[in-house]
T-cell receptor, first 113, second 115 residues
Framework: AQSVAQPEDQVNVAEGNPLTVKCTYS??????LFWYVQYPNRGLQFLLK??????LVKGSYGFEAEFNKSQTSFHLKKPSALVSDSALYFC???????????FGQGTTLQVKP | DTGVSQDPRHKITKRGQNVTFRCDPI?????LYWYRQTLGQGPEFLTY????????KSRLLSDRFSAERPKGSFSTLEIQRTEQGDSAMYLC?????????????FGPGTRLTVT
C-alpha cells in the first residue's frame, strides 16, 4: 500500500534562513513524488515533482526537493525563507500503475520576520 | 482563467438531502480526479476518470457517492442522503496523461456543510 509521512506538524524558521520540510514515502515500484502548497482559503498549488532523473528537482518560488531512494525520502527545501512562504505544505506520492495521489497529513510552515 | 473550476464554492444542506457538485477541468486535460479534505488532514482520493471512463474508485467511497464524466469534459459528484460526516471540502483536479506530465492541478474546492 502507498503511504506518505510528514513527521512534523509545524516547522518554524526565521526569514532569510534555509528551510526543510520532511517527507518519507512507501510505494511499490518507482515512486512519482510531488509537493503542493495550500494557502488559506485557496486551492492546492503544485510546486514540484520527481518522476525520474536527477535527484534534486527545482520548482516554483525557489523551492527544491531532494529524492533519496535509499531513505525513501523527498524533503522540500529552500535556501532562504520568505514570510510569504508561510502556508500548509503537502507531500504526495503515486505509483506507476495508478493515477491517484496519496497525500501526507501536511506541515504548516511558519516563517517569522 | 483557464484553471480548474468548481461549482458551487459553498453548499449548506440538511441531513438526508442530495447534493451535486460540478467540476470543469483544464480544457486539454484528459484525466479528472475527485478528492475530499477534512480540516487538518491531507486530501483523500475518491475517484478518477480518464476521458469518460471511471478508472478507479476508493473503497472508502460509499454507495451514496456517485461520479460521472459523461462527455469526457466536466464531471459531477453526487452525494445522496447526506450525513453530517460528509461535511468536508471536495476537491477536483485534472491532469494530462502524457509523457511525464503527471502533476494534477486542483480547483478551489466545494465546501459542504451538512446540518
Amino acid at each position: 500500500a502507498q503511504s506518505v509521512a510528514q513527521p512534523e506538524d509545524q516547522v518554524n524558521v526565521a526569514e532569510g534562513n534555509p528551510l526543510t520540510v520532511k517527507c518519507t514515502y512507501s510505494v511499490s515500484g518507482n515512486p512519482y513524488l510531488f509537493w503542493y502548497v495550500q494557502y488559506p482559503n485557496r486551492g492546492l498549488q503544485f510546486l514540484l515533482k520527481y518522476i525520474t532523473g536527477d535527484n534534486l528537482v527545482k520548482g516554483s518560488y525557489g523551492f527544491e526537493a531532494e529524492f533519496n531512494k535509499s531513505q525513501t525520502s523527498f524533503h522540500l527545501k529552500k535556501p532562504s525563507a520568505l514570510v510569504s512562504d508561510s502556508a500548509l505544505y503537502f507531500c504526495a506520492v503515486r505509483g506507476a500503475s495508478t493515477g491517484k495521489l496519496i497525500f501526507g497529513q501536511g506541515t504548516t510552515l511558519q516563517v517569522k520576520p | 482563467d483557464t484553471g480548474v473550476s468548481q461549482d458551487p464554492r459553498h453548499k449548506i444542506t440538511k441531513r438526508g438531502q442530495n447534493v451535486t457538485f460540478r467540476c470543469d477541468p483544464i480544457s486539454e486535460h484528459n484525466r479528472l480526479y475527485w478528492y475530499r479534505q477534512t480540516l487538518g488532514q491531507g486530501p483523500e482520493f475518491l475517484t478518477y476518470f480518464q476521458n469518460e471512463a471511471q478508472l478507479e474508485k476508493s473503497r472508502l467511497l460509499s454507495d451514496r457517492f456517485s461520479a460521472e464524466r459523461p462527455k469526457g469534459s466536466f464531471s459531477t459528484l453526487e452525494i445522496q442522503r447526506t450525513e453530517q460526516g460528509d461535511s468536508a471540502m471536495y476537491l477536483c483536479a485534472s491532469s494530462l496523461a502524457q509523457g511525464y506530465s503527471y502533476e494534477q492541478y486542483f480547483g478551489p474546492g466545494t465546501r459542504l456543510t451538512v446540518t
